[in-house]
Nanobody
């Protein structure tokens, strides 16, 4: 199983970016999918998460500015980021809780490789 993230880049404060993350490989089902970020010198933190039933949750710092969504047919999760701020600068990682085959009783969390977002003031 692989998660491939894309869409990062350099943007001015107030701008927008859309991140995408596609899961591929041996996948039977995906439960939660989410985005995390890690700024230099900081721990990785949860940004947003979406369940298989499309229930979403956001970090307080991004609520109202970021929107997470998923396309189950494509095993893809998106993060639309609006009104970006310099403090949003970080490497963004996607993650998915994946059951690889029918009858497998556990899910494994897989991580994407990270995509860098830089917001200039």
């Amino acid at each position: 199983v692989q998660l491939q993230a894309s869409g990062g880049g350099l943007v001015q404060a107030g701008g927008s970016l859309r991140l995408s993350c596609a899961a591929s490989g041996s996948i039977f089902s995906i439960s939660n999918m989410g985005w995390y970020r890690q700024a230099p010198g900081n721990q990785r933190e949860l940004v947003a998460i979406v369940t298989s039933g499309n229930v979403t949750n956001y970090a307080d710092s991004v609520r109202g500015r970021f929107t997470i969504s998923r396309d189950n047919a494509k095993n893809t999760v998106y993060l639309q980021m609006n009104s970006l701020r310099p403090e949003d600068t970080a490497v963004y990682y996607c993650a998915g809780d994946i059951r690889r085959r029918l009858g497998e009783n556990v899910m494994f969390r897989y991580w994407g490789q990270g995509t860098e977002v830089t917001v200039s003031s």
